[in-house]
């Protein structure tokens, strides 16, 4: 007999699992949605936004907290054209930016709230809403009817999101229905996800990590995702033991919180695990054996990155070992090193992790530059440095690239200081990352001024403008502003100088 091909879009992903097992449960309403009805509600909903005048390369933006409405509206836009999520808690600039860059054609928005992303819409761009139902069906409002939504290719536009880049205006980045049905896929084979289990997602599904590792390889698998509408410690282990999750992924900083609420007793809920897996910023070896004793259960790092549709190496489950400190070894995608000019390296020496394989984008939109300085001899530079051991487990050693990682969201620098430079008193901004016990890494910036202003007011400048994660926690007053001989700001350098760890 020959074997089932893998799903090569996310409308055959989401077709494989019988009609009445559960797909998508949502604790706080007490619903559970089945595959059948997942099935349904999607075709109907990109129905809806065909009518809306959605086609193949138009974008939806979606405003819309975790839950059943997000999940539904994000596998609609994608079969209609190309969903691009957005984080609810961006300001109106940042929304504005966002809406203008992936030039989106209409704008999905929950009922209630939304106000600063309806603003920076400003009735050029169509607006649906989008809510749950009492039956767990969403209901979507403002639409008109009779268009029926075509299949997507693999080669189609599923997804498009913003990478903060370390330069210049962020990169968008165009994830295919290949790419994510691949990632979906290596996610599902490399934890062996079945229909026995429950996903429990604790991680905003406006990022890849919630998307692509809890929801798309829970559909791939045929498995149940259990979706509440935030991440609560105090609810985390009554949802586990109530809906008998079998494993949850999450940044360190999500299980720091669970570690610290932990006493010496396994929680109740626990026994369930099969493993936990963590990824997006790095977990310390303490906190991995320390998780390890509190679930009972194998902690297994993982590397991700939006360009690769998520994952690109992961610690395996037991028989294989798990190498704390590690991510582990490749899956799905070739790794290797590379010097400073994107040459390969020989194995075992480190350099910048690249990749290549079937999740990995083709190329960033609209970006030659990026594009230029990204891809060398078809492997994708990461910005991130490690090395390879001889059993092919990765170790990351530092980032290339000056991203801020604050628990797994990431802030550039650039977008920060160019807020604080908007503010009238401020001469010189630089923004850099200081570092912090649970986020690993805080924002803080440095200022030099022209006119009086305090560190408050410079903060409510900020928060006005930019999201809560971006802003500045500690804003330094200096003198001047540490430069190189050829003027270059070197944020590491003032950061070193200036800094004391964020608490
Ligand atoms: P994003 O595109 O937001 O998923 O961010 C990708 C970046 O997150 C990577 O390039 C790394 O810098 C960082 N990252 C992901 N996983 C890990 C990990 N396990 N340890 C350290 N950094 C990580």
Not at 55 to 79: E, H, K, S, T, Y
Not at 457 to 470: G, N, P, Q, S, V
Request: hydrophobic share 45%; net charge neutral; aromatic share 4%.
């Amino acid at each position: 007999m020959s074997q089932p091909e893998s799903p090569r879009s996310l409308l055959e992903l989401l077709a494989a699992a019988p009609a009445s097992r559960p797909a998508v449960v949502l604790p706080e309403a007490g619903i559970r949605v089945s595959y059948g009805s997942l099935r349904a509600q999607v075709a109907r909903t990109a129905d809806a936004f065909a009518a809306a005048g959605i086609g193949r390369q138009d974008r939806v933006a979606i405003v819309l907290p975790n839950g059943l409405p997000l999940i539904v509206c994000f596998l609609a836009a994608a079969v209609a054209g190309t969903a691009a999520p957005l984080n609810p808690g961006y300001r109106q600039e940042e929304f504005g930016f966002s809406l203008t860059d992936t030039d989106a054609r209409l704008l999905v928005l929950p009922p209630d709230g939304g106000e600063e992303a309806r603003r920076a819409a400003g009735g050029r761009i169509p607006v649906l809403t989008a809510a749950l139902g009492t039956t767990g069906e969403v209901e979507i409002g403002g639409r008109a009817g009779g268009r029926s939504a075509g299949a997507p290719s693999p080669d189609d536009v599923a997804l498009v999101l913003h990478t903060s880049g370390s330069t210049g205006r962020p990169k968008r980045v165009p994830l295919r229905h290949r790419n994510l049905a691949a990632s979906a896929g290596t996610i599902a084979g490399t934890y062996a996800l079945g229909e026995a289990d429950v996903a429990l997602c604790v991680m905003p599904l406006f990022h890849v990590h919630g998307l692509v590792a809890s929801v798309l390889s829970t559909l791939a698998s045929g498995g149940a995702v259990v979706v509440p509408a935030r991440f609560n410690p105090l609810a985390f282990w009554r949802t586990a033991r109530e809906q008998r999750v079998t494993w949850y992924s999450a940044v360190p900083t999500i299980h720091q919180l669970l570690i610290a609420r932990s006493g010496r007793e396994r929680p109740a809920g626990a026994e369930s695990f099969r493993f936990v897996r963590s990824c997006s910023a790095a977990l310390s070896v303490e906190a991995a054996r320390r998780l390890e004793e509190v679930v009972g259960a194998p902690v297994l790092e993982a590397y991700g990155m939006t360009e690769a549709a998520h994952q690109m190496a992961s610690n395996p489950l037991p028989p294989r070992p798990r190498k704390f400190g590690t991510v582990g070894p490749a899956t799905g995608v070739h790794i290797g090193t590379a010097d400073a000019d994107g040459r390969p390296r020989p194995a075992g020496e480190p350099g910048e992790v690249v990749i290549r394989g079937p999740g990995v984008i083709d190329a960033y939109e609209d970006n030659p530059d990026a594009n230029r300085s990204s891809f060398v001899d078809g492997w994708f530079r990461t910005g991130d440095q490690g090395v390879l051991d001889a059993d092919g487990y990765l170790s990351l050693l530092g980032r290339i690239k000056e991203l801020i990682n604050r628990g797994g969201e990431k802030v550039a620098p650039p977008e920060v200081d160019a807020v604080l430079l908007a503010h009238a008193a401020v001469a010189e901004a630089v923004c850099f990352g200081i570092p912090h016990p649970t986020l690993g890494e805080e924002v803080a910036a440095a200022v030099v001024l022209q006119a009086p202003a305090s560190e408050a007011e410079l903060l409510a400048h900020c928060r006005d403008r930019i999201a809560e994660f971006k802003c500045p926690k500690r804003i330094y007053v200096v003198e001047t502003i540490p430069r190189t001989a050829t003027g270059k700001i070197l944020r590491r350098a003032v950061a070193a100088a200036l800094a004391e760890p964020a608490r």
